[in-house]
């Protein structure tokens, strides 16, 4: 997988709470994808972070999800007052700043699989 | 609006067989396709990327295909093995944005009977 770290791998969290997911994208990748997988479906986008922006996020709910990548860190995507519905397994992915190399190539993290209970 | 379909949704075979998985998208002006495995629990194993001017990429036993006309790829598994048994994607990234969205297909859930 390239090096996109993903954590924690497993989260558990009550209805009500509030779930961050944490995505480390390889070294020198300015760019920040966001999948989610619900149970028995494909891979849906979510959010397309840059450094500091969020360029697209048409496949974010338009409530409780929220996603940031800093300029320092890593790229957060956070759901608050977490419900049943929102058990999946959320992926994110990096690719290198278009015209470097591989260009636009993405590479893939190993997914956080969430579970409100 | 870029989408992806792969048939079979699920597929049986004997050990030994060989096998095509199919993906069709519905716009043809992708930058590249790539083909993914996910294992049950697990994460995306990339297996062949396939940039929008190749036809075609080989990777052991299994092969790719990309018809960009007609919106089509297929993956070619050749002898197929019980530990090829897991969910195969699809995915294509467009030219028509500034950026490379990936889009995926739903899957085709393999299963290798020994």
């Known amino acids: 997988n390239a090096g996109v770290m993903q954590n924690p791998r497993h989260l558990v969290r009550r209805r009500g709470q509030e779930a961050r997911l944490r995505c480390s994208p390889v070294?020198?990748?300015?760019?920040v994808y966001w999948y989610r997988q619900l149970p028995e479906e494909g891979l849906k986008f979510m959010v397309y972070?840059?450094?500091?922006?969020?360029?697209?996020e048409s496949g974010m709910p338009k409530e409780r999800f929220s996603a940031e990548f800093p300029k320092e860190g890593p790229s957060i995507l956070r759901i608050q007052q977490v419900v049943r519905g929102d058990s999946a397994a959320y992926f994110c992915?990096?690719?290198?700043?278009?015209?470097?190399?591989?260009?636009?190539?993405?590479?893939f993290g190993e997914g956080s699989w969430l579970t409100v209970v | 609006k870029q989408e992806v379909t792969q048939i079979p949704a699920a597929l049986s075979v004997p050990e030994g067989e060989n096998l095509v998985l199919n993906c069709s998208f519905t716009?043809?002006?992708?930058?590249?396709l790539q083909w993914f495995r996910q294992d049950p629990g697990k994460g995306l194993t990339s297996l062949l990327l396939?940039?929008?001017?190749?036809r075609e990429q080989t990777s052991g036993r299994l092969n790719a295909s990309l018809d960009k006309s007609s919106g089509r790829s297929t993956l070619y598994i050749a002898a197929s093995q019980p530990g090829d048994s897991a969910t195969y994607l699809c995915?294509?990234?467009?030219?028509?944005?500034?950026?490379?969205?990936?889009?995926f297909g739903p899957g085709t859930s393999l299963s290798v009977i020994p």
């Open positions: 992915a990096s690719s290198p700043t278009p015209g470097q190399g591989l260009g636009n190539t993405i590479y």
């Open positions: 070294k020198g990748h300015s760019h």
């Open positions: 972070l840059q450094k500091e922006n969020i360029i697209d």
């Open positions: 716009d043809s002006a992708i930058y590249n």
């Open positions: 396939i940039q929008s001017s190749q």
């Open positions: 995915a294509v990234s467009g030219v028509k944005t500034s950026y490379d969205k990936v889009i």
